[in-house]
């Protein structure tokens, strides 16, 4: 059973229980009420924020306070609205308490050019203060921010071009999603097919050979009618990135935005060195993919297929929690117990009713349970997405837990090693426990898909996205011929000779939201491959591993993304985290081909 008419046709314990942030209207609202006052309190240190390490800790201490209300209103009011988006009043509460966090935050700007005022040697005497230990991250990052802070002056014309300078990106956006025409192609049987944004990828996983190949050429073909302009909008979002990195005193804009996280220019060029040494493993994957298809040539729009028809099984959820809960067994009673509770405490909203917000994702904030939310079906893909989203919402329940709310929320650059981590264990469980071939065929080609998506096709954009900005700073002009060709080449040189390229691959660039998000995909990738090394270890009962993967997931941003994952065990300096996950792909290679030879 997975669908239910209303809301409250769901039994209880499937629907997550907001109760527990608020009770009712009338306390979101007495919460909304205070933050007028609160906020003042904050105003009320313009001026001597660094007078003293007191006036300093109290500032923070309110401003806490601050923000916790506001993650709290605006937790509630979103998760509500979630539950069903057409309901007028929830979305205005999301919006009122999202503009006035708005105006607040306004308000409030002043706190850090204030506190950057303050000599370097002073910052740092604050930074090592006991009573100022809470916030020794937010100051340190202060201290480090300095030489990329400009004069009052400048900083206040930076500020007033950001509206401006994000045009291309909203242009982008605005031609992707409203003004573009999406094609109606014929699938085999001659039936009309619309093609939009949300049906393409289903599309190239049709078996329909026929609908895939009308499908791809005509979406990319609607977005190389428009290339020119994507083409601009591309290269003026390019050019925001380099213009920030100058005017902060970066070498280059990849640089600039890898600041924010402390990773050093090398790890990321290291990460594209290692992939590009283990592209045979990617043209192994399409030669065996050309054999189970069964096909001549293997084109661009076979390669989503499924090769393996997804085991014909129903999970309901009650079985998709029991198989979670096994498969995370070996990471310890402390982590079962705590995921037990994500069921017992109902962090869950479980099924689909009309209205309620797509997809699946981990919420919730430091004061609340790590809300989840589901669209389950009965199907083994749907046991897959409660392992990933429960394993964000146990680094969260674990790092709120041990850290302070300012060191609480792990960054990007971390968050998809406990979701992959979840997802590796239940596979290695499911695949031990597998009793036919074919259950054992689609969990491995579940995992090719995986690596394919994630480490290959996420690095060739970080690659794309590396060589594009570094054009612009070179002084070349960006055109679709430009931006068509490089793509063009990478995307043959990434699948090798197994696959024939098309000329519609030239404008696949063009419909990747990802490259207006400044250097964001590598992310994925760097967390994919240091959860494989986790799972691997965790699985095969390695304790001191498990015991520092445990403190992982307790460390929030305490420290260093990069230094994080080097107490965990894994040196993202080093090739060979990112080697070792090659390994476990290659060895999933070998099995599939040993089982159907
Ligand atoms: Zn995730």
Known sequence: MDQYQTRNDVPEKYR????????DQAAWDAGFSKLENITKQVEGFKGKLAQSTQSLQQAFEVQTELELLIEKLYTFAHHLSDQDTRDATNLGQVDRIASKATEIGARLSWMDPELLETPTDQLKIFQNDPLLKNYSRRIENLIRSKPHQRSAEVEE????????LSSASKAFSLLENADMPMPTVKDGAGKDVLVNHATYITCLESDDRVLRKNAFEAYLGSFSQYKNTFAATLDGNVKNHVFYSRARNFKSAIESSLFNDTIPLSVYNGLIDTVHQHLPLLHRLMRLRKKI???????LYDLFVPMVKPADIDIPYEQATKMVLDGVKPLGETYVNALQKSFSERWIDVYYTTGKRSGAYSGGMYQSKPYILLNHKDNLGSAFTLAHELGHSLHSYFSN?????SKSSYPIFLAEVASTTNEMLLHFHLYDQAKTKEMKLYLLDHLFNQFRGTLYRQVQFAEFERDIHAMVEQGEPLTCQTLGAHYA????????KDVVQSEAISYEWARIPHFYYNFYVYKYSTSFAAAQYFARKIYDGDTTITEKYLQFLKSGSSRDPLDTLIEAGVDLRDSKPIEAAFKVFEQALDEFEKIIA
Do not use: C, F, R, T
């Not at 997550?16 to 009770?23: A, H, P, S, T, V």
């Open 401 to 405: 837990a041990n850290q302070p709310h």
């Open 293 to 299: 298809l069964g096909v001549q040539d293997l084109n």
């Open 16 to 23: 997550w229980n907001l109760g527990l942030i608020y009770q």
């Open 157 to 164: 014309i930076l500020s007033l071009v950001s509206e401006p």
């Open 489 to 496: 080449k990478l995307n043959a040189h990434y699948y090798g």
